[in-house]
């Protein structure tokens, strides 16, 4: 079925270093969007993008946060600097228009010391 | 805000049944999903309902009760292999997002 790709699978990086964190969604979809999972803990909504424009964001993606998908490559969020707390699998999915299912990617483990 | 609330384990025996309950107290519907998550692994759809009642798919069925802010996900003739976490997530009106709860953690046991 349609797959979402995640790279790095596991990424460590020190306190205050940028990471990028990139996604390659389902072809034809059009809505991207970046989830946080801390070990343990629930799947929270950090942000959607829509046609080139963050759509929704919460109250977890903070000012150090980014994210774009430049001419319709990898969805990215990049994190810039980071912190402690940034420590979490970052989700990636897609969706289609006007569709009810997620598709997620395996998750990009963030360890920052 | 969005507050959506599942018990965090369930525990069942092969070939019986399990019952996940989910409930939410969200500002706006616009449906309802179940995800498996197993450990390591990314969210796998299984289910998606917007209105009332009980759906059927089989090994998975969904119910549920919009006026009740509740729902659950039926899994019958357990195997070992449905042991994983089981994630409800409610579609917010606008733009597609989904807030999901913490999940429940499944384990069959033989």
């Known amino acids: 079925g349609p797959k979402v790709l995640q790279i790095p699978s596991h990424q460590i990086i020190d306190m205050g270093q940028m990471v990028t964190l990139n996604c390659d969604p389902v072809?034809?979809?059009?809505?991207f969007y970046w989830y946080k999972q801390i070990l343990g803990q629930q799947m929270e909504f950090l942000v959607n993008f829509y046609n080139g424009k963050v759509m929704e964001k919460s109250k977890l993606f903070k000012d150090q946060f980014s994210v774009e998908r430049p001419d319709g490559s990898y969805f990215t969020l990049k994190i810039q600097p980071t912190a402690l707390e940034d420590s979490a699998v970052y989700f990636c999915?897609?969706?289609?228009?006007?569709?009810?299912?997620?598709?997620f990617g395996h998750g990009t483990k963030l360890s920052v010391l | 805000g969005q507050g959506v609330e599942q018990p965090d384990n369930l525990m069942s025996v092969e070939g019986t049944f399990a019952r996940v309950n989910c409930t939410y107290s969200?500002?706006?519907?616009?449906?309802l999903s179940w995800y498996q998550q197993r450990e390591g692994h990314a969210p796998v759809f299984l289910s998606y309902?917007?209105?009332?009642g009980l759906k059927d798919s089989g090994h998975f069925s969904t119910f549920l009760s919009r006026s009740n802010g509740y729902s659950y996900l039926l899994l019958t003739e357990l195997q070992i292999k449905d042991s994983a976490s089981y994630l409800c997530?409610?579609?917010?009106?606008?733009?597609?997002?989904?807030?999901f709860g913490s999940g429940t953690k499944l384990t069959v046991e033989p």
């Open positions: 997530a409610v579609r917010a009106p606008n733009y597609n997002v989904l807030y």
């Open positions: 309902v917007v209105l009332d």
């Open positions: 999915a897609s969706s289609a228009v006007s569709n009810e299912r997620l598709f």
């Open positions: 969200t500002s706006g519907f616009n449906g």
């Open positions: 072809s034809n979809h059009l809505y």
